[in-house]
T-cell receptor, first 113, second 114 residues
Framework: EAQVTQNPRYLITVTGKKLTVTCSQNMNHEYMSWYRQDPGLGLRQIYYSMNVEVTDKGDVPEGYKVSRKEKRNFPLILESPSPNQTSLYFC????????????FGPGTRLTVL | GDSVTQMEGPVTLSEEAFLTINCTYTATGYPSLFWYVQYPGEGLQLLLKATKADDKGSNKGFEATYRKETTSFHLEKGSVQVSDSAVYFCALSDRKGSSYKLIFGSGTRLLVRP
């Protein structure tokens, strides 16, 4: 089954404690993204990757890091989480065409205390 | 820059009512347009899309027509069901350098009552 998986689905942590949210896709897609979803703001792109070892900032990259060492994996790293990073996070993947469908993971709800 | 504007929700309807969720966009190029749906506790999934002016996307009884003259892509359904309760996102895909960026509206929550 074609899918994007994320782990963990729920996470409660404290300010400053480094964490990683994993993302994996089994569709051999070149393009992967991370978004955060906040009430009234829709989805905002954090980082994206056009292929292995190629990453770039989205609209709200501050406080986040990513890496793309393999085509299927695109982890999101919060080196020193802060309460304003409490949000719902989605990983997504697609091929590189402008009309192509983007596939989303189930989401990770992060709470930073 | 490119942007998408959706009507604010929540939209509350009775079962079998007619649904319209408005979406307008601003883009410098010739974007593709999408509607994504998010059911409670799930990620977004594609509902329908249209890739050029006057195209109509349709799926599961939902329709939307790409209107270049009014820069709109309104979502419609003739008879909603309780199972259609979800958050609906309008989005556009436009060129950004050598890649394509997907830009989302803020989402419209639909609640259908039995």
């Amino acid at each position: 089954e074609a899918q994007v998986t994320q782990n963990p689905r729920y996470l409660i942590t404290v300010t400053g404690k480094k964490l990683t949210v994993t993302c994996s896709q089994n569709m051999n897609h070149e393009y992967m993204s991370w978004y955060r979803q906040d009430p009234g703001l829709g989805l905002r792109q954090i980082y994206y990757s056009m292929n292995v070892e190629v990453t770039d900032k989205g609209d709200v990259p501050e406080g986040y890091k990513v890496s793309r060492k393999e085509k299927r994996n695109f982890p999101l790293i919060l080196e020193s989480p802060s309460p304003n990073q409490t949000s719902l996070y989605f990983c997504a993947s697609r091929t590189s065409g402008i009309t192509d469908t983007q596939y989303f993971g189930p989401g990770t709800r992060l709470t930073v205390l | 820059g490119d942007s998408v504007t959706q009507m604010e929700g929540p939209v509350t309807l009775s079962e079998e009512a007619f649904l319209t969720i408005n979406c307008t966009y601003t883009a410098t190029g010739y974007p593709s347009l999408f509607w994504y749906v998010q059911y409670p506790g799930e990620g977004l999934q594609l509902l329908l899309k249209a890739t050029k002016a006057d195209d109509k996307g349709s799926n599961k009884g939902f329709e939307a027509t790409y209107r270049k003259e009014t820069t709109s892509f309104h979502l419609e359904k003739g008879s909603v069901q309780v199972s259609d309760s979800a958050v609906y996102f309008c989005a556009l895909s436009d060129r950004k350098g050598s890649s394509y960026k997907l830009i989302f509206g803020s989402g419209t929550r639909l609640l259908v009552r039995p």
